[in-house]
T-cell receptor
Framework: SQKIEQNSEALNIQEGKTATLTCNYT??????LQWYRQDPGRGPVFLLL?????KEKRKERLKVTFDTTLKQSLFHITASQPADSATYLC???????????FGTGTRLLVSP | KAGVTQTPRYLIKTRGQQVTLSCSPI?????VSWYQQTPGQGLQFLFE???????NKGNFPGRFSGRQFSNSRSEMNVSTLELGDSALYLC?????????????FGSGTRLTVV
């Protein structure tokens, strides 16, 4: 069955450093991958989408890579700030479908 | 513009009861999807509606149902509630017919079954 793995342990980093979160998947060939941010008690917020034919995408301090051979995506936040503290979810999808398959998320804690 | 609105925000129900949750998508968004989020399972897909038609359904029992109205507003219903139905129910709307535009989620309805 489809499986998406994100590090269940919280990632603790210092302000100003680069945070790198990992999303690995098996038994799936997604057409695109999305990253979301979720704060406690709130719905996820869409951050970035990367397609299977794209290697890298950037948006301000965010960078996403997508390696379909390794079946892995890396999500980077450069110059991290305490306000970046949240849970980050990756989600996979395919063309022709509205269903996304979500990972369980990684909690990021950025300390001043 | 207004975001995705879900009502109510919190709900406490007793086992065996039924519940209806409501979702108003962003204006112009015709696709509405529902997800259940629990600490153990994460976000699980329930179903998706586009132009009043259910196009996709997740692996949930028939007690979970939904519908979409002509103005794109959507409701989901859970009958014969069980303790395990306690969760955050999230509605998401999307501009396109596919999820490759990214979802806009509501803040969710926190359902507690006692």
């Amino acid at each position: 069955s489809q499986k998406i793995e994100q590090n269940s342990e919280a990632l603790n980093i210092q302000e100003g450093k680069t945070a790198t979160l990992t999303c690995n998947y098996t038994n799936y060939s997604p057409a695109y991958l999305q990253w979301y941010r979720q704060d406690p008690g709130r719905g996820p917020v869409f951050l970035l989408l990367i397609r299977e034919n794209e290697k890298e995408k950037r948006k301000e301090r965010l960078k996403v890579t997508f390696d379909t051979t390794l079946k892995q995506s890396l999500f980077h936040i450069t110059a991290s700030q305490p306000a970046d503290s949240a849970t980050y979810l990756c989600a996979l999808g395919n063309t022709g479908f509205q269903k996304l398959v979500f990972g369980t998320g990684t909690r990021l804690l950025v300390s001043p | 513009k207004a975001g995705v609105t879900q009502t109510p925000r919190y709900l406490i129900k007793t086992r065996g009861q039924q519940v209806t949750l409501s979702c108003s998508p962003i204006s112009g968004h015709r696709s509405v999807s529902w997800y259940q989020q629990t600490p153990g399972q994460g976000l699980q897909f329930l179903f998706e509606y586009f132009s009043e038609t259910q196009r996709n359904k997740g692996n949930f029992p028939g007690r979970f149902s939904g519908r979409q109205f002509s103005n794109s507003r959507s409701e989901m219903n859970v009958s014969t509630l069980e303790l395990g139905d306690s969760a955050l129910y999230l509605c998401a709307s999307s501009l396109g017919a596919e999820a490759n535009y990214g979802y806009t989620f509501g803040s969710g309805t926190r359902l507690t079954v006692v």
